[in-house]
């Protein structure tokens, strides 16, 4: 059962928000308002995005991610989060001030904000995912869009509904979300060398459209298993050309036997008719 959250009083001057605030271990890291488990859909889709998600030009050790994972992210009401279905960020180590796994991810807590967030469109949560709900009362919290456009100003926003299998995106540009448009089917993102993409195949044995991380020329960011995979076919040809190379060999040693053994009779038939073979290979 989680605590409730514990205040530090204030001092003059004001200590900064990460000592007075609620830490991760205060706040709470279920959510009660959404009871029951996500559907198969909402555990493989974001897993595949974790697996793929590795930018080039950034250290592997200061890559996080995660999926459905409570982000706190109002200074003024410390207890209201947002859930999202799989967020990445780059600067940050992938402990909890390099010690605990995350509970929570609580924005006054960390060196950074998300920098992609990625929504998986369901028919419940449609209107506030493309922020078409009407803004929310003081007093009320506001809607993912609200919070990912204008509270933690996250560069990247993509929504993706395996309904229609429709992928959206927007970019934060002057402080407000721009649609963005495809090229050559994938969405680019420069600053991390990555690039956001629809692949039809087949993932944990399930063949689908799934949506996954290109470098941003569209190569294929492999998954471990899959790089495994890629490896054991890799040393599996290779062994295969080995093995090729080897009979071709035992073939041109055989042959090359045969070819001697013909001359050899060659030259005996000529002794046994009078001719001296070594003689005949002179005037040759």
Sequence with gaps: MTSSPHYIPQSDP???PWETLPTMYDLPSDNPEEPGLPDDFHFLQPLLLYLTFQPINWNPELVYSAADLNLYYDLQHPLWYKRPDWFGVVGVGKLYKGQDLRLSYVSWQEPANPFVVVELLS????????????????????????????ILRIPYYVVFSRYTNELRAFHLVGGHYEPMNLTNGYLLMPEIDLSLGLWQGSFRDIERLWLRWFTLTGELIPAPTEE???????????????????????????EAAQAKRKAEQLAERLRQLGVNPDELNELL
């Design 228 to 254: 495994a995979a890629a490896a054991t076919e890799r040393a599996m040809f290779a062994q295969q050309e080995a093995t090729e190379a080897r009979q071709e060999a035992i073939e041109a040693r055989q």
């Design 14 to 16: 004001p200590l900064p």
């Design 123 to 150: 028919p419940g949560t449609e209107d506030e995912d493309l922020g078409t709900r009407r803004e929310s009362a003081a007093d009320k919290p506001p809607s993912k869009w609200e919070v990912y456009e204008r």
